[in-house]
């Protein structure tokens, strides 16, 4: 891991591939809007279909919704091939105790661990997505394919706004000085954090792929207004946590 003296940091660590934000992270970012957006595409053709949201469909599980079975056994595969051995990817469901079926080396990540615990957010606005995108109705004759896509669409959500941790130890260790200087003070640290020029950039994509994918352009930049809210949140907690135990001298 990083040294937290910027004057003692290594060339590698400082220009570790993955805190590179031209050629590793805004590219990352870009691909993962044409994923989300194309999944949001698929989501789109199926009724609102409620009840998949809901207690009472998972035979033998009558307490579960299909949306959290289904996530739950999609990232239990994903934590078994090592997804979650990355500090910069989280999950919706608790995976702590899935052990790995292959043999593989603990990634070098330059991230600090730190849950970003944005599931509950992320769930609650594109259930209010989905109310206000899809056709109102029930089918239940697609209830598999709805989840299918729910899941698709949520784990690459989660995926980008939590690359959010990538791109803040890249401007912490860029800034070091800046924000150590804001003892962690929210409004202060925005002022390193938030780029508007780069915001608009990602919500003229967001609008470009709706157009491409005949998506209706307000439902999708809707999408995106919250990724980027969400990631800056993260940004701030992680930074948090950067600037404390830096003055703590760990």
Known sequence: MACYDSDLMTMSEQNHPDLDLAR????????????IVIALKKRSRFLVNAPVYEPGLVIG??????????????????A?????????????????????????????????????GVGDKVLAFYRLWVENACRS??????????????????????????????????????????FLATNGDREQMLQYIVRRDREEQVLEIAAR???????????????????????????????KLRIAETNAGH
């Not at 698709?152 to 000085?177: H, P, Q, W, Y």
Request: net charge negative.
């Open 137 to 178: 109705g029930d089918d239940s004759s697609t209830y598999g394919e709805t989840v299918t896509t729910d899941v698709l669409a949520l784990l690459a959500i989660m995926e980008r706004v939590n690359l959010g941790k990538a791109v803040a130890e890249s401007k912490f260790l860029e800034m070091t000085d800046n």
């Open 209 to 239: 792929l709706a157009e491409n994918y005949d998506l209706p352009t307000e439902h999708t930049v809707d999408v995106f207004k919250f990724m980027i809210k969400t990631t800056v949140d993260i940004e701030v907690d992680y930074l």
């Open 80 to 116: 078994e091939l090592g997804r979650y051995a990355f500090a910069s990817q989280d999950a919706f469901t608790d995976i702590s105790m899935v052990k790995s079926v292959i043999a593989r080396e603990k990634p070098n990540s330059p991230i600090k661990v730190m849950p970003s």
């Open 24 to 35: 590793t992270i805004r590219p990352g970012l870009d691909i993962l809007a044409n994923e």
């Open 61 to 78: 599980h009558p307490e579960r919704t299909l949306l959290a079975y289904e996530l739950s056994v999609c990232e239990r595969n994903h």
